[in-house]
């Protein structure tokens, strides 16, 4: 199997551009996260999916941020505009059905940096 | 209460020796609890994972010791060896299939 799949895997771009993180879901896996991790805050949920449906977008900081699931195989999370304060790596997880103790496989991340 | 508090956020053990990471959950619904372990450029992996319906999980050098009164459980990781060197994040998950993650141990093994 061929894991998450994130790109890009790195990102340095100007502040107030628009940036956008794609993923990759495991085949055949029906829940989907995006995490956020810095020092200073650890791992952060900022968005989860199930069967391609947003559950809980809570986490998500502002509406300068936005996350799609358009179909089972594909999932964007789009920073517009960006801000030095979004430097971050950026996790797309997925796992296979959305009840408690199944595995959540993570992709390598997006490492962004915003300047 | 969707909090998980982990400690501490760093350790060093020589070569050998024991190393435990702490964590301690609020919300009663979490009923999978599991330990993820993650190396420098990477994504965190998950290494062992326990429910509450029972109060140790042990695989190989790694053990998860729970505390459902408590609302709290650890990882300890025997005869630790350099390659064991990495930030490891304890997490709680409910029905709903997320997790929410301690904000990381990072584990130093000198040999």
């Known amino acids: ?115 | 209460q969707q909090q998980v508090k982990q400690s501490p956020q760093s350790l060093i053990v020589q070569k050998g020796g024991i190393s435990i990471i702490n964590c301690a959950y609020e919300n009663t619904a979490f009923d999978y609890f599991p330990w993820y372990q993650q190396f420098p450029g990477k994504g965190p992996a998950l290494l062992i994972a326990i429910r509450p319906d029972v109060s140790e999980k042990k695989e190989g050098r790694f053990t998860i010791s729970f505390n459902k009164s408590a609302k709290q459980f650890s990882l300890h990781i025997m005869d630790s060896q350099p390659g064991d060197s990495a930030t490891y994040f304890c997490a709680a998950g409910g029905s709903q299939g997320n997790l929410i993650f301690g904000k990381g141990t990072k584990l130093s093994v000198k040999p």
């Not at chain 1, 790195?10 to 551009?17: F, R």
């Not at chain 1, 993923?23 to 199930?50: A, D, V």
């Not at chain 1, 996350?67 to 430097?87: C, G, V």
């Open chain 1, 1 to 115: 199997d061929a894991g998450v799949i994130q790109s890009p895997r790195h990102e340095v771009t100007e502040m107030g551009q628009e940036v956008t993180l794609r993923c990759k879901p495991i085949s055949g896996h029906n829940s989907l996260f995006w995490y956020r991790q810095t020092m200073m805050r650890g791992l952060e949920l900022l968005i989860y999916f199930n069967n391609n449906v947003p559950i809980d977008d809570s986490g998500m900081p502002e509406d300068r941020f936005s996350a799609k699931m358009p179909n089972a195989s594909f999932s964007t999370l789009k920073i517009q505009p960006s801000e030095p304060r979004d430097s971050a790596v950026y996790f797309c997880a997925s796992s296979s059905v959305p009840n408690s103790g199944n595995t959540i496989y993570f992709g390598e991340g997006s490492w962004l940096t915003v300047v």
